[in-house]
């Protein structure tokens, strides 16, 4: 029953609320979290076209500019057709990066996600002590955003890699709680 209340709870603030949730509660899988999460992916597009100009960034890349804190609370958003994440602070767009994210048979969610747990240099349980430095935890099943190999295609078991010097700086503005969107 109490997550029941939870989910309803979390569907009425998507559908009423005009801006987007600071700190999401927990993952909501739902279709209309989806599109909202593939809209943001969408718009953050756009933004780094306004924000960095015409720039195609080739795997392992990133594009970082400082913007003040005081702009707002951060979020990560990611879109996994064009294999990007996207860090905001505020509705004003920080930093653009490559990802490499879930091949097909190993699919990385989609959806409205929060940082639950992160980890300097976590090692894998699954797949044989594999490295994954500067883990932020989104799912409770164990997928990550952290630094790893890009090759600029989906590569990974369901986790997003991240360009190592990128992990590292997301990794030193984001806090548990900070809303990730991945749409595709």
Request: aromatic share 8%.
């Amino acid at each position: 029953m109490k997550q029941l209340a939870l989910a309803l709870a979390l569907t009425g603030s998507c559908v009423f609320a005009t801006t987007i949730a600071t700190t999401p509660a927990s993952a909501l899988e739902t279709y209309e979290a989806q599109i909202e999460a593939s809209d943001a992916a969408s718009q953050a597009r756009i933004d780094m076209l306004d924000a960095f100009g015409p720039k195609e960034l080739k795997p392992g890349q990133y594009v970082w500019r400082d913007v003040p804190d005081a702009t707002g609370p951060e979020r990560v958003v990611m879109s996994l057709s064009d294999q990007m994440a996207y860090l905001y602070r505020g509705d004003t767009l920080i930093a653009a990066s490559t990802i490499s994210s879930g091949r097909d048979d190993k699919p990385t969610p989609t959806g409205i996600f929060s940082v639950l747990n992160k980890t300097p240099m976590h090692r894998s349980n699954k797949y044989d002590n594999a490295p994954m430095p500067f883990a932020q935890f989104f799912e409770s099943h164990g997928i990550a955003m952290h630094a790893g190999y890009n090759p600029g295609h989906p590569a990974s078991h369901g986790c997003v890699r991240l360009p190592s010097a990128f992990a590292k700086k997301l990794y030193s503005v984001t806090e548990v709680g900070t809303p990730v969107f991945i749409g595709t």
